[in-house]
């Protein structure tokens, strides 16, 4: 039985004063959460995260990663920097990333080598935009954003990696997708990684992100093969971020 995952991509939303209160909301709500729980921040706040979270059950992530390891890279945030404050998590291959800053399903491959050679655990985003939905092409973009991952991993290091399928239309639009259209994505994944190893596809945890909310948490969960939640929009307040992780 795979554990669930919820987490939170704040994007590129918080301040020092804001983030406090969020993570102690959260903190002080969890409770003995059944599923693991993340926060993915924006870089300036991760000595924040790394002080406030210490010794809670609340983990914490990047939004991406260079996929340099050190060196003159002005801007970059290195896997080092990351693991230098206590980073659990990566997101990697964001579609705001995709589109904003042309990241390729290679360099999207190469940054989860990255992440995994480091000790961190990438949460890799594969999705479909609304034309290639419409066009009958989410099972072609959505495989082959996946396939190039898996081209570059090992068949166990498949087993270290998260998935996170958002289709790009859903997201940040209040538009979900229903419970079995995230289903037949998420099970044609598996599959995906099963072909490559079978035992490791059994562990990988594949998330559901695109508006997701505390309303439509509780359905999309209860398929079989959605691990959990990337959420955006409801993981900047903690009652709403909490009412999922209770979905969960
Ligand atoms: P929303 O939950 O705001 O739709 O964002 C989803 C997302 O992009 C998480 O990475």
């Not at 050190?70 to 995709?98: N, W």
């Not at 990684?193 to 945890?205: G, S």
Request: net charge negative; with cysteine.
């Amino acid at each position: 039985m795979r554990r669930k995952l919820i987490a939170g991509n704040w994007k590129m939303n918080g301040s020092q004063a804001a983030n406090a209160v969020l993570l102690q909301g959260i903190k002080d709500g969890l409770g003995n959460a059944a599923c693991a729980v993340a926060v993915c921040v924006p870089a300036p706040y991760f000595a924040q995260c790394q002080s406030a979270l210490a010794g809670s059950a609340v983990g914490w992530g990047a939004q991406d990663l260079s996929v340099h390891e050190a060196g003159a890279y002005t801007g970059e945030v290195s896997a080092a920097m990351l693991l230098d404050f206590g980073c659990a998590y990566a997101i990697v291959g964001h579609s705001e990333r995709r589109t904003y800053h042309g990241e390729s399903n290679e360099l999207v491959a190469q940054k989860t080598v990255r992440a995994l050679k480091s000790g961190l655990t990438p949460i890799v985003c594969v999705g479909e935009s609304l034309a290639e939905r419409e066009s009958g092409n989410t099972a072609a973009v959505v495989g082959a954003q996946v396939d190039a991952v898996l081209a570059a991993l090992s068949g166990d290091e498949l087993g270290n990696i998260v998935i996170a399928y958002e289709p790009v239309w859903a997201i940040g639009t209040g538009k979900t997708a229903t419970p079995e259209m995230a289903q037949e994505v998420h099970a044609m994944l598996r599959a995906r990684l099963a072909a490559k190893n079978p035992a490791a596809a059994e562990r990988v945890q594949i998330l559901y992100g695109g508006s997701m909310k505390p309303d439509n948490a509780k359905e999309l969960l209860a398929m079989p093969d959605i691990d959990g939640g990337l959420i955006g929009g409801a993981s900047l307040k903690a009652a709403d971020f909490l009412a999922i992780v209770a979905a969960a």
